[in-house]
């Protein structure tokens, strides 16, 4: 019964997660849009900053925990498909490393990616959440 509560809560976390990592890089469009300076780039950085601190980093950090118990539970480590979609769970994280960074850039004002640049970046987790699912359902190796 406890693997089956270790998978809700994983699922649910993960949901969280990915829906923080399509909203941010959206806000940086909607933010880089804004006047430097002034209250609405001020909301932007207020918006952005709870984010991460509020949905972002605590839905990262029970993803892992949960995840890895998981792994642990099911002997998951032993097997291919589990190091393809840790590999990509890595890349995700590094994603939102990267991402928290770019959100104190913006908060110093600097701008340096194009609006086109952040939309791109926002099927990021969509292509590797796609990947992922399948690994974790289809187990090809």
Do not use: C
């Amino acid at each position: 019964m406890i693997y089956l509560w270790l998978k809700a809560g994983h699922v649910i976390f993960v949901i969280f997660w990915m829906a923080g990592l399509f909203m941010l890089p959206r806000y940086f469009v909607y933010h880089q849009e804004a006047a430097p300076g002034s209250p609405e780039n001020a909301q932007w950085i207020d918006r952005e900053r709870k984010l991460l601190r509020i949905i972002l980093w605590p839905s990262l950090i029970v993803t892992w925990v949960l995840g890895l118990t998981l792994a642990m539970v099911t002997g998951a480590f032993a097997d291919g498909w589990f190091h393809a979609k840790l590999a990509l769970v890595l890349a995700l994280t590094a994603f939102h490393v990267w991402l928290a960074g770019y959100a104190r850039a913006l908060a110093a004002g600097r701008r340096t990616l194009s609006g086109k640049r952040l939309r791109l970046l926002n099927e990021i987790p969509g292509i590797a959440a796609a990947f992922i699912v399948v690994l974790v359902v289809v187990k090809p190796f």
